[in-house]
């Protein structure tokens, strides 16, 4: 079974400041993605960053970096340089064993709400 | 395009009513999904298609009813529902290969069920 865990469920910080967006895993799985999502309250979920168990480099994508520690089953979600448009719910997840006949099953952490202030 | 439409965007429906909720990609995409998310929690899986196939029913009740008429189009029929199915219903697509890719959603359907 595959666990992903957000243990902050509100952050606060400065616009143009850094945040740092927590996410543990537990899988048995040798092959597995981890995935962040941003979720405004409109209600759309969109793709930010992915990271694949075998890849070496963190990923980046812009603004976003996912800090990937795999022994210590952590891949937490950096955003440089926030905007008042950063502020929304971010939920973690994971892609474990690929689903006989393709496609992805992912299970999602409980979310951050970040807000981002002026 | 990496858009995901779902239709419509907000929908009321008493319990003895019957509805479908539709969603269409235009990124190839073979495999397509439906999720369901209440308030304040994270989605949560309940149908999985790959090339047209039904290949997951997370133990869904039988009131909900997946339909996948061809690779662009999924929906999904709603019947006899309960007020405690009121969720944001979400609509997601992805590559199905080997690996993995990143399922991209729509902007979701905010059912109300009365």
């Known amino acids: 079974a595959q666990k992903i865990t957000q243990t902050q469920p509100g952050m606060f910080v400065q616009e143009k400041e850094a945040v740092t967006l927590d996410c543990t895993y537990d899988?048995?799985?040798?092959?597995?993605?981890l995935f962040w999502y941003k979720q405004p309250s409109s209600g759309e979920m969109i793709f930010l960053i992915y990271?694949?168990?075998?890849?070496?480099q963190n990923a980046t994508e812009g603004r976003y970096s996912l800090n990937f520690q795999k022994a210590r089953k952590s891949a937490n979600l950096v955003i440089s340089a926030s905007q008042l448009g950063d502020s929304a719910m971010y939920f973690c997840?994971?892609?474990?064993?690929?689903?006989?006949?393709?496609?992805?099953?992912?299970?999602f952490g409980t979310g951050t709400q970040l807000k981002v202030e002026l | 395009d990496t858009e995901v439409t779902q239709t419509p965007k907000h929908l009321v429906m008493g319990m003895t009513n019957k509805k479908s909720l539709k969603c269409e990609q235009h990124?190839?995409?073979?495999?397509m999904y439906w999720y369901k998310q209440k308030a304040k929690k994270p989605p949560e899986l309940m149908f999985v298609?790959?090339?047209?196939?039904?290949?997951i029913n997370e133990s869904v009740p039988s009131r909900f009813s997946p339909e996948c008429p061809n690779s662009s189009l999924l929906n999904l029929h709603l019947h006899a529902l309960q007020p405690e199915d009121s969720a944001l219903y979400l609509c997601?697509?992805?590559?199905?290969?080997?690996?993995?890719?990143?399922?991209?959603f729509g902007q979701g359907t905010r059912l109300t069920v009365v």
């Open positions: 298609y790959s090339y047209e196939k039904l290949s």
């Open positions: 990271q694949g168990s075998y890849d070496e």
């Open positions: 990124m190839g995409h073979r495999a």
């Open positions: 997601a697509s992805s590559r199905a290969i080997p690996g993995g890719t990143e399922a991209f």
């Open positions: 997840a994971m892609r474990g064993l690929i689903l006989t006949g393709g496609g992805n099953k992912l299970t």
């Open positions: 899988t048995s799985d040798q092959s597995y993605g």
